[in-house]
Structures are given as structure tokens and as C-alpha cells.
């Protein structure tokens, strides 16, 4: 005797999900027991599911767990049925049977005894008459087979005469009916293979094994294929489906070829790839190509958890001569090329590489069908999100205020060098000698917008408050689960004035520590607070590596980053330090990492520890008497920062959350950051420093605790009366200081010492004629002019590009030397200078007369032109070039290692196949809060 | 703490707590609000000196350093084929040269240019250029300007030397009564390292009665003087001051004679002239020649005489526009000479002239002016032979001139002239005058900043030098 158990396993599938259970309910040969997965539904599959089996018979899943997972789930608590052959049967929840379909597949399975697995075959959902597979193959490219043409019509053309079963490599998994006994001794569906190809590794391993696998042509199912045509979201993973089923495609294939061949298909697979990404990009399928690279990269760059599943196959490798002849003949993959080829000749849809999941796939019906859906369609998700909107809103707003900064001549002025040079002339820098590392940072970054540094710093500088906005509403999805809460904390941080005064004072450091910051608190959190028991040390650390690498980043550009975090991060390994084992070593992780990636230009810093304070960029010193209430309501002061009262909103919505009592753990950290924030800004103002990255994290602190909050006010508003007034009247103050800032942000026209058409420092003749290792002298009165003081700086044959400026200095006889020939005293000082390089000497207007003077006077220097807007002197007498740095071995060593370093970094950084992240915030439990501050 | 938190209440008085005690630090931390300091610059010895004396030929030539740095030092004196070197600060060198002298180079380094002042002096008692023609030796320079009688007024000679090791590339810009004279030969002229030349400004431009003259290398660096011989007599004109709107033209003698201003605005607009003599008894501005308006790009010229005529003085005009003056002096008697003084610096580092005489017939004036503040100078003199005198205290109430008749060894003096510290600014000018036959002989030099000082600015390495700074 059979006894069936069918299993649905659903996840945001109410759409299919009624008529799927309909049709399982009303098989001809009964299902003997039915049991309900639901994988976190939201839209009421889980009701569905219970009224079809009754409450207790369905699972609930978390809204991260794959397919596979669901059902060794099920299994794992199904009892056996004694005496009886048992089976199960995997029904997706858009997948219904035909309603003798059951009928068929257990007929089959007492004709093939031999048989473990079968599976009927499967027309589309909408076209019901719409061959979409009978039983599939693999090719060796690990394109899934389904030895169909496109779009073919079930005439019976493929049904298997006269008994109506063909013998195939492998079913899909909807409708797959498994006998148990084999799925135990196979150990299932690979539970790493959360979404596809699940089946493919399943039925291989049974083949492998000596049992058959059958499609029956008999039973019908109707799939819609919602997963992989994207008609709902995936959560079990952030990827693209189409990215998912390549990774997937060549694991399975890697995981159970022996040896050998696997080495062989993989070196032909790399290089099959390789050749399909260049294919791509020339088609101009950009996404694809990534796809294409990191699937392949994906199984490059884990060799472990390859070797892992290739031990768990050992046997299954063993049978390898038996799966062999199934799989897809040669021909089959010229024939894919062909149609590749008359499918660009005739514009039609992108190359697909994965092999489809089934053998149709309809562009046009897809994009209509979206619409249908409620929450899932790609555009209508886009410019529904709420994210997506504050990030249009905001780089509104930016526009409407950076107007006079868009377009024009160089961008410069404040901090920021004016920006010249291209992606090359970073890297030269930075690889030629001992350059900071924020210029890496900036050349990969103009890399990435084609060689132009201009449009990197750009995007960094004046995209500032955009990015550190949809930094803020996405870093906050983990812990902020109220979204108008997320919105309106996304929107005031954006628009803090940390943010405004960044722009307005070209201070590209603190621009990128102020967008990377939400960055660094979300994975903060992970490092620190993450409770998931399965997966929480690799996600942590992870986690932690990923913190390092960014915090690497965030130092390089504003090392007084790393002493704030480092302060902050042993608060925390003091307070959560004895409570979880592995945060100490996480922490150590993320701490050390920079220290690691930056070693020698940390070790500079050390040396010379008033640099902590400095920033990436000019130095620009700020007045050390910022008011105590400026400070207070987060404002940095300097150009470009609203009054004072623009943040008052902000406190009083601070303040007032207090006063709910929720979260009264994570309010207290978050007042406790904000606290330390402002207390380090003090610090930090008093030393004439800016202090833009302490209030910032103030900033942040401040938000999140009220954030968390904000969902009593919705609740108030429904409770209506006087508390909906108050619920109005919290909204109105909350929302009153993004509003503020941004409209004060656009009357100011984000004014500041930033400005667009900055002159070349260096006159285009000097620029010319200037020899390697020749320099020219920048003179040029000081700030407050009246004062008579000069300042210089030496160009090095071309505008400096970013990072030059930190440069060693010249040095004290050098400075002497120029103070001699400003002063026209005569003697050896022109001398001096042409002897260190020095080929000429520029002075911009205003030209102070008295220096003209002695300029002109000076007899080994000759004018070469002077007019309203600037002097240019050249040296006659002999100017010794300057020597160029010495090939410095360990300096190139350690850019390889720094090199090295990041890659290893960023590969464990990376997340693993389960990167899915519970989206409702995580509730610490009560016997942590003993800790508190 | 855990009940604290957990209280709604406790949690907001925590909070606010923390807050206060926050604004408290950083209230008391807050530093006084502090003045920007200002840099002021440094006083350094200037290291050395390069200065070229036109035309020696048949002239006295005088040059001198102070003593005032220490260490050694040396004075190079190209005379021709026998180079004299001084090395003893304090000490006059004084030669008479054969006529026909090349223009002749005066360079110190170390001690011996911290001061270093050369002057030539030629006195001819008959023939065209009968008179004193005194110059003080000129720092070869990118831009000098003139102002005096033009070449139809007389014999106009531009003398350019070019010592430097790069090729000058000169040219002449000639403001007449008129206006701008555009002029073909006024550009273009090339002097190679070491050449020099003369140039007949009337072959330049034969017109203008009254000229001022700029003369500029497009690059490199010429010497540039002229010499005026007009029937009134012969002077060299003195360097006058870049075009300003506040211009000072000091060393006015008290002795009679005629006195005339030439004032010329070389810019693209008109200049209302306001004209102030500073005199013995106080500032003044001249009856009926309260203001002169000058014509843009022209030079207007101003009798003075009934003025300042017998007093010591100093003109200061002030404009709107910038604005360049000189002033001729006439000497008196039948057949009269001319001096020549010009808008000049205050000598705030002090100033030297190399050339004075005092005997029986020579008169050495020392005019100094103070128009805006008191001031307080020492006067030296360095005698050719002979002790030093004691150095005279000369006390300038504000918006006064005094007069010094110099009395000093017979064979010939420089005299040094220091402001003292607090001094207001002092302007000045040393007066020659010699009686002989036929008529007083005069010369005349506004006192030029001494190359003793320099101010060095201070300076600061910065990058962020690349960018405009706001100012």
C-alpha cells in the first residue's frame, strides 16, 4: 500500500495558493496526509494552508528558509507510517495538480518498482496548454535542459507511447513525488540549495544511486513559476533569480562530477563565462554580466563549501557512469548558440545562460503580469518603495541647492583640493609613493566612473546628503521596522547639519564617514546584538569583517573615525563582552582590520598625532568657540550649517520618546552614543577641529532611539480624539526639522568656500615648461590679507591632484628660503629654492606690490608674464631637479599585501549563500538589559 | 540603574541630567575669544645688492655702506678694468671718473649690502651741461617711472644698462601734456646681458613739453635713468614711485628759486588732484591750486613757487585714480640750474645717501617731512676722512618739515638717516647747492628706503595656497 503525504510549501503565494490546495484536496487517489509550510507569508498563506489541513498541520517557517529547508522540516517531524510504501509529495504553492495526477504518478510507481522519484508533467499556469518540462536534463555547462523548443504546445508530441513514462535525469520539485525510504538515504533536498536546483542535485544523487527517476506524461500539473519569472520576491536571498539559478547550476554540477571532470568542466566553465560576460556586455546586458561573474566568482572563491558538498556525495560520485548518458548530447548546446544568435539578429529577449528554469519564458506576458501582482513588481516596487522616493526627494532637494555647484569649471574650494586628473593619475599617486590611502579609495571610486575623479567626488561630495540617506533608510531596515519611522529618520539625517556643512566646506572625508555611518551602526549591531541561533557566528563575523573593511575605509579618510568607534566599541565589549562569547573576538575583528589594511599610514598618524584630527583634503581649521548650545542641537558650525534652532525639532522628538516606554535597552545605548557623541564633539571643537564625525554619530544615536518609538504615534492616531491631536502634533515637530534644514539649505544655496570654476593653481605656461621634478612656487597672500602674511605651496608640474597636498612639508630652511625671497633681501634664497626643484614662481592676484618688488628685483629670476590676474617668475640660473623618490621596495611589497589584504578581507566579508536577514527588529531579551549604562 | 532606566520618567531625568552636565563642559571649556594674532614681519639684513650707476663718466662716484651687520661681507665696485673691492662698512669710496666711463656695476654681498649706497655727482661749470647733476646709483628693476620736462623742453637722454645674465625686453611708455604718445619705437627694444645703451627720447617722442615715462622689461630686468639737460640746466630725473593714490614728493629745499610740480595720472580716467604742501609751520593746501585735475593718461604741470618758494617742504597729493609727481627745483642767479625730486617712499627702514658736501660754497640740505604722524630720526653722518660726528636727534612734530643745513668734513660725507622706533612715517630729501658764477648750482635726491632692511613676511607652508582665499 501507498501512503502519500503531501507537502505545500508557501510563501507569499495566496494568488496561486487556493487553486493549488483546491486541486490537491481533490485528487482522484486521495492524499493521505497533508501538511503546510509556510516560509513568513504576509499576505495570509498560512490562513489558507491551515483551512486546507487544519491548523496544526502546518509548519511555520521563517520568512528566510529556503524550499529545501521547509520540507526536511516537514519530514523531520513526520511520523512513519508502518507497512505502507510511504511517499511525499513536494507541491509548490503555485503549482496544481491535475486531479488524477496523483493517480498516474502512483501507477507508474507500482508498474517501475525500481522507481524513487517521479514527476508529472508541467504546463503554464496561464496558458494551460503550454509545455513548460518533461523530466529535465544538465548540460556540462550546467544549463538546466529541457529538451524543448520555445514555447511548444502539448499535442502529446512528448508523451512517452504507451505507458506513458520517460526515463530522465531529474523532475522538478513541483509536483516531485519522492518515496521517503530513498530521501532518507539520500539525506533530501540540499538544504544549501535554498531555491533552485535543488531538484537537479537531488534526482542526481538518486540516479547515482541506481534508482530511476520518471516523468509521467500522464499527470499534469500547471506551474507559474513565480520564483523564477520574478512574480514574487525572493526572501530567501537578495540575488537576482537569474544570478541564484547560475550560482546554483554550476554547484550542483561542480558538487557531484568526480574529480577530475570537474576540474576540467570548471577550468572550461571559468572560461565559458569569462567569454559570456564579454558577450553580455556587448549586448549591452550589463546585469547579466554581473550576474554571469559573480556566479562563477561565487563557486571560484569557495572552495570549502564546494568540498564540503562534494564529501557529502562521495557516493554519489561513484555512480557517475549511470548519470552520464542523461545528460544533455553536445548538439544540444550548438542548437542554444543558434538561437542565442537569431535571438539578437531579431532583437529579441536577452541571452539567458542559466538555462531557463522551464522552457518558456515570455517577456511580454511577464512585465504584464507584474502589474497584477500587489508588492512585487520590479517598477512598481522601485517608485513604490518608500526608500526610493526619500532618495528621489532628497537628490531633489540637493539639486534645487547645489545649483551653483552642478556644473562649470573645477570643483574646489574649503577642504577640497580642486579636483583634476583622472583615475590614473590617482593610482600613479598612490602607487609611485607613500600616499594616503583615502586616495586609493578615490581612485577605485573614479575607476568605477570611468576615469573621471571629478564625477566620483562629485557623486561623494554633493551626492552627500542623497546617499547618506538611502544609507540611513536601508541600514535601518534590520532594527527600525516602522517605516514612516525609517523615512523620517533617513530624511533628518540626510539633512543634518553635519551634512549641509560638509558640502558647503568641501569636506570630502567627513562626506563619506557620514554616509558610510548608518553603514557602521547596522553592522554594528550584527557584530553585537545578533541572536540567531543557527547562523550567528558566520553572519556576525562576517559582519565584522565587513565593519572592519568599512571602517578601513571611513579612517582613511577621517582617522578620528576609528578612535570615536574604538571608544565606543570597547564600551561595548564591556557591556556585552561577558553577556556572548564571540563578541570580544568579532570586535577585535573589526578593530583590527583597519589597523591591518592601514598599518604604515597609521603608523605615520602615530607619530605625528595631531593629524587624528585632520581629514582627507586641505587642512581647514575651525573656530574652537562653537557655542555649548550649537553643540547640543548637533550643529558643527562653520559655512554651510543652518541657525541653530533649525535642529530644535529634532530634541524635542528626542526628548519626548523618552518618555514611551519601549525599547527602554536600545533608547538608552542610543542617548548614551548620542551623549558620548557630544561630549567628543566638545573635545574635538576645542582643539579648533571640526566636529563633524562625533555629532554625526550623536546624531545617529539620537535618531535611532527615537526612531524605535515612533510606532506609538501611529498607534495614538488610531486611538483618536485628543491623543490623535498629540500623534499630529509629534509628526509636525518631528518632520519640522528635515523640513527646515532642507528649505534654509536651498535659500543658501549651500554657500560656502565650495565653489564651481575654480582657477588652475598653476598657470598653464609653468605647466608646460616644466621639466620632471621641477617644481613651481605657489605664493600667495594669507588669509585676512592685511595681516601681510604668505603662504605657499609647490605644484609638482601639474594641479596636485586629491591626497597630494599631505605631502611631507618642505621643512623650515625651505620656508626660510621663501620668506628671504619674498622679502627681496637678496643673497642665496632663489638659490636655495632652484637647488630643491623650485623652476618658478607664481603668485595669483592680489599681488601684493611689495612682493612684486622683490620678485622683480631678485637677479636670478626673470618675469615671464604678469597681468591683472597673476605673476609668473622663472628661475635662470641652474635648477637642480628634484631626485624622484627612490624605488622603494617595501613600499611596493606592502601594496601588494595591502592589495592582498582587502581581497582576503572582502572575500570574508562576503556574504555566504545565506545572506537573507530577518526584517522584524530583534527584540533583546529581558536578561540582557542588566547591563545597561 | 535598571529601575532608573525602566522608568519613564528616570530615563528622561538621566537623559537630561547628562545633557547639562554636557553643556556645562562645553560652556566652561569655551575658550575667551582671542584677537587674531598678528604676524608682524621680521627686520632682516638685506644679503646683497646689486646697483648700477648709469653714467659715470666725468662724475664723482660715491658708494657706502653703514655700519650695521655683522659678519663679512664684500663691495664690488666694476670700474672699468681696475675693479675696486671695499670691505670695511662705515668706509666712502670716492672717485672721480674719466669721461666716457661705461655704465658701472656696484654689487655687495653679506655685511657689506646691508646698506649699500652708491650715488654719482657731476658738476660743470661750463658749457650745455653746466650745473650739478647728481643720481643716486639704480637698482636694476621690471619698471621705473619718471616724471620731469619733456624732449621738446630739452635734451631727454634714457640711459639703459642691462647686468643681468638674461636678455631685457624694454619698452617705453610716454604720457605728454596731451595724452598718451603712441610711439612705434617705443617697444621692442632688446638688450642683451650686459649691453647697454642710450636713447634719445626725442627719437622716441619729439613733442611733449612735459612727459612722464614708464619704462618696463616685458622680462628680465634693466637699470634705467635719465638725464635731463634743458636750457634751465641739467639733473637727472629720479625714480619716482609707482602710480598711487597717495603720493609724497619730499625734499622741497627752503632756498628760493622756482618750484614746479608735474603730476601725471597714467591710467584710463581722469584724476582730481588734491595738492598739500607740508611745511615748516604745518600742512596746507595751496591757495587757488587747492586741487589740479589731470586729464587721463596726461601730465599737467603746477607752479608752486609762490607757495613753497623759501620753505622746506613736501608735497603730498592725494587722488581717486593713481596718480605719479616730480617737482623741479630752479636755482637761482643769471644762468640757473635745475634739480629734479620725485614722489618717493617713507623711509620707514631708514635711508642712506652716499653724496653730501659741506665747504664754504656747497650747501647740503636735509629736508624731512613727517605728514601724518610725529617723528623721531637719528641723523649720521660718515665722514670720507676723519671721526664719525655725533649723531644729531631730529624731532619732526606731525604734519611738519624741517630743514637741516649738514655740516660735515670738507672732503665729502653720507649720511644715514634712521627713523626710531614708533616714529611716524618720514619722508625727505638731500638738496646740493653750490654758489659759483653766473648762478647757484643745484642737485637734488628724495630719500629712497635704505637697502639695509628688508621686511621679511612671514610665511607659512600651506596647501591649501592652491586655493583663493576668501577674503
Redesign the interface.
Known sequence: MHSVTAIVVAHDGSRWLRDTLRAVLAQTRPIDRGVGVDNGSRDGSRDLLGEAFGKHSVVQMPRSSGFAEAVHEVVRRLPKAPGDTEWIWLIHDDCAPDARALEFLLHAADEYPETAVLGPKLRDWLDRKLLLEVGVTVARSGRRETGLEAREYDQGQHDAEPRGVRDVLAVSSAGMLIRRDVWDELGGLDAKLPLFRDDLDFCWRARAAGHRVLAVTAAVAWHAEASSKRRRRIAASDDHPRRLARRYSLFVLMANLPFWTMLWSLVRNTVGSLIRTVLFLVAKQPAHAVDELAAIGSVLFHPLRLRRARKARKASRAGYQLVKPMFSPPSLAFRRIWEMVQNQLSGGGPMDSAGRHHAVQQPGAEEGDELLNDDDGFLRRTFASPGVRLFVLLTAVAIAAERDLLTGGML???AL??VAGGASDLWAFYTGEWAPPYVAVLAVLSTVTLGKTWLAVSILLLGCVPLSGLSAYLATRSFVSYRPARVWMAATYALLPVATGVVASGRIGSAVVFILLPVYASLATKVLADTRPVSFNRVARRAAWGLGLLLAVGTAFAPILYVFVAVLGLLAALSFGGVKRGVGGNLLIALGAPLLLLGPWLATIVRDPVRILREAG???TSS??????A??TLNPGGPGTPPIWATAGLLAVA?GA????RH??I??VG?GVA?VG??AA?VVS?MSTWPGVPLAFAATGLLVSTALAAHRVAEFRKAGGLRKAGAFLIVLVAFATPVAAATLWIMDRAEG?LERG??S?LPAIAEAQSKPGQGTL????????S???????V?HGR??VIGE??RA??GSD??DA???L????????AAKLAGRGIAFVSV?APID???R??L??E??M???T?TDRAGLWRM??TVTPERPPADDAWHRWWLYGQGALVVIVLILAAPGARTAEAEAPEEIPAGR??V?V | ??RL??N??G??AL??I??GA??G???V???A?VA?V??E?VR???????TVCPDPGGATVTAVTPPNAEGGGQTLIEDGDEPATVDEPGKLWQKTMASGTDPMRVHA?GAM?AGLEAAQTRRALTGAARGLAGVRCV?????AWFVGPGPAAGDLKLHLANV???PADVALVVYSGEGQVIADRASGMLLKPGEHRVVDLKKVAPSPLVMALNVS?????VAAAVEAATPEGVDWLPQTT?PAERVVVPGVPGSAGRRELYVAAPGESDAVVHVKAVLKDGSYALENRETVEVPAGSVVTLDLSTGVTGQPAAIVLTSETPVVAGLKIVGTGGRTDVAFTAGAPSIDLGSVVADARSTKDVTSRLILSAPDKAADVTVTLLPREGKAPEPIEVAIPAARTKEIILKGPAKGFSVVVTPKTGSGPVYGGRVMEERAAGGQLVTAQPLAVARTW??????????????????
Open positions: 574646489g574650494g574649503g583640493v580642486p586641505l587642512p581647514m574652537p568657540r562653537l557655542a555649548p548650545e553643540l547640543l526628548l523618552l518618555l514611551l516606554r527602554q535597552f533608547v538608552a542617548w551623549i557630544v561630549l566638545t576645542r568656500p575654480v582657477r593653481p605657489l605664493i600667495r597672500a594669507a588669509a585676512g590679507g595681516t601681510g602674511g604668505l603662504t605657499y605651496t605644484l594641479t596636485p597636498s599631505e612639508a618642505y625651505f620656508t621663501v620668506a628671504g619674498a622679502s627681496g633681501r637678496g643673497g642665496t634664497d595669483p606690490p611689495a612682493l618688488r622683490a622683480d628685483s637677479p636670478t626673470a618675469r615671464v604678469l635662470t640660473g538589559e542588566r545597561a | 540603574m535598571r532606566i525602566e519613564r520618567f530615563m528622561l537623559v537630561l547628562a545633557l554636557v553643556y563642559v562645553a560652556f571649556s569655551r575658550p575669544p587674531p598678528k604676524a614681519p632682516a639684513p638685506i644679503a646683497a645688492v646689486s654681498t649690502a637698482d636694476p628693476g621690471a619698471d643681468e645674465s638674461a622689461t616685458g622680462r628680465g630686468r609707482q628688508t621686511l621679511v613676511p612671514p610665511v607659512a607652508e600651506e596647501p591649501s595656497a592652491v586655493l583663493s582665499q576668501p577674503s
